[in-house]
């Protein structure tokens, strides 16, 4: 799994108990989910449409810095399948897995739409 993106766990980020909001999580990695679809599909126009079943198995508190891995499961046919998992980078604890994330490519109509891609692609190589 290739992880993508770090977060730093402010005061902000916390519910009463002095951990991670398991809501604040969940939006991280709905939009680390979309930016790397839209790159990958090279469409803005992304929705979420499926989340799998969300395990949290460890928590982090305040200064911890979480890092948010993805990889693809599968490519549909106007969609893409995703696999991401967060961890305390100092730790590599996991804290938690959501094993199939649905990313819709829409048109300009906002209808699902074909985007053709198969495999992986790297922007380096698209240049």
Known sequence: MRFHTRKWVK????????TLFGGRLLAWLD???ALYTIIQLENSRIVTKYMSEINFTSSARQGDI???GIDVVK???????????????????TIITIDKTTMVNLGT???????????????????
């Open 66 to 68: 979480i890092e948010i």
């Open 75 to 93: 490519f549909g046919r106007t969609s893409l399948i995703l696999k991401c998992e967060a961890r305390n980078m100092m730790t590599r604890e």
């Open 109 to 127: 109509d906002g209808k699902p739409q074909p985007h053709g891609k198969t495999e992986i692609e790297f922007v380096k190589d698209r240049l």
């Open 31 to 33: 939009e680390e989910l």
């Open 11 to 18: 005061p902000e980020d916390l519910n009463p108990n002095g």
